[in-house]
């Protein structure tokens, strides 16, 4: 099929990749003229394990293209997928404006029959929008659909190639085929493509996300009271999580959730909900217990050493908000730096792939490491913050003979506290 995706941030570029990857022509469109130069030369401006081989395959192969002309490109395909940003407003509203004057230019360029479908995660009601933007410019007939996405980064590409499921919002029964027949090769082993309505395509999205952020709140919660408690967070989760009418999943305790999703649609629901009149009591619970943890594991430094810091070094393993990304969005690391150097901390960090972006944010502020023992030396203890698989199996001896004090501060709960005592380390985790 002919796709076009408009809008290479991370949902779109990935999405264009792994169509291309199953024979489609895909052009993927930006107005950043330097961002689609560089994908041109084949380098991805985001960090997904994968990808950059995929972009340079099917490019090569001729399948992938990148444009800054949008109504070209808009000419030669047949399905539009809209796949730009809805960052937050400062009321947790997501704000369309790019969504919207995209569906405009759309319209305007407009030759024959499309279909457009919203893949960006938009409020119940967008994809109406978008049509009646549409409309207002062209009589070239077309339809819309909803597609959310359910990529998370780090896994995006086998996310997108093997789903647990593909949601299609629609009010076009042959808008369903349409879909159907370019997700086919997605689904062979049998899993699910759900044709539903448009609005409640839109709301699922959020649903799930909202979901998946009360849990981590939720174990967030019942670590600080096992550590109240004496209680061992590590069997508690194993003793619910093996209740077939809960799971294991999501059931880790940490830092507090982070990234582009989460925070930003727990918001966008709580608004939405309020724009109708009703309040959705447990995800405002849920954003405040994500809020409270970013500081948990600043309170335990601060516990351990006091409340002036001045003087003190910190290593820091871990900036991005979770592993194989490099993603600083709403980072854990964020909040946990911040408070440290503000009571006079110093902060050596060392993160696999999310430096650069960590410069973006706190610029020469913090100490970058290019390993991550070379951070360790004279530092009074060790914090880490993402669960880089790296950091899962280091040299405990190496560790101890080079920070100043045996203190490591857990908050992955990754080490053995145990173990971690039986060496001479003081060791703190989240619920520990």
Not at 42 to 65: A, S
Not at 219 to 240: H, Q
Not at 322 to 329: A, L, Q
Request: a positive charge; hydrophobic letters at 40%; charged letters at 30%.
């Amino acid at each position: 099929m002919k796709i076009c995706m408009v809008g290479t941030g991370y949902v779109g570029l990935v999405t264009g990749a792994c169509f291309a990857e199953n024979g489609n022509d895909v052009i993927c469109i930006d107005n950043n003229k330097k961002k689609i130069e560089q994908m041109q030369r084949g380098k991805p401006p985001i960090y997904e394990p994968g990808l950059d081989e995929m972009v340079k395959r099917n490019r090569r192969e001729g399948r992938l293209k990148f444009t800054t002309n949008l109504k070209d490109a808009i000419k030669e395909s047949v399905i539009i997928f809209i796949t730009v940003g809805t960052p937050p407003h400062e009321d947790g509203s997501a704000d369309l404006t790019h969504v919207l004057s995209v569906a405009r230019k759309i319209g305007q360029a407009m030759n024959d029959y499309k279909v457009v479908v919203t893949k960006s995660t938009v409020p119940v009601g967008t994809t109406e929008k978008v049509r009646e933007i549409i409309r207002q410019e062209t009589d070239v007939p077309f339809d819309v659909a909803s597609n959310p996405e359910f990529l998370k980064e780090g896994a995006a590409i086998e996310d997108f190639m093997r789903p647990d499921r593909v949601l299609v919002g629609v009010d076009n029964p042959n808008v369903a085929e349409l879909m159907k027949e370019l997700y086919a090769p997605f689904v062979r082993t049998g899993k699910p493509i759900l044709i539903m309505d448009i609005r409640s395509s839109e709301l699922t999205k959020y649903a799930s996300n909202a979901m998946l952020a009360t849990r981590i709140s939720f174990m967030n919660e019942m670590a600080n009271l096992c550590e109240k408690l004496g209680a061992d967070i590590s069997l508690l989760r194993k003793g619910i999580g093996s209740d077939p009418r809960i799971g294991p999943s999501f059931l880790f305790p940490g830092v507090g959730y982070g990234g582009s999703c989460f925070p930003k649609d727990v918001r966008a629901i709580i608004k939405t909900a309020e724009e109708k009149g009703y309040e959705l009591l447990i995800l405002r619970d849920v954003e405040r217990v994500n809020q409270r943890q970013k500081n948990i594991l600043a309170e335990k430094v601060i516990k351990r050493f006091g409340k002036t810091l001045k003087g003190k070094i910190f290593a820091l393993w871990g900036l991005s908000f979770k592993p194989n990304t490099d993603d600083m969005r709403e980072a854990p690391s964020i909040v946990i730096i911040n408070r440290l150097m503000k009571l006079g901390a110093k902060i050596k960090a060392y993160d696999p792939v999310a430096i650069n972006e960590a410069k973006k944010v706190f610029g020469g502020k913090v100490v970058y490491g290019k390993r991550g023992y070379e951070i360790l030396k004279g530092a009074d203890a060790l914090v880490i913050v993402t669960e880089w698989n790296e950091f899962r199996e280091p040299d405990f001896d190496k560790i101890k003979r080079l920070l100043k004090t045996p203190v490591i501060f857990d908050g992955r709960n990754i080490y053995n506290p145990s173990k971690l005592k039986e060496m001479g380390f003081e060791y703190y985790g989240i619920g520990y």
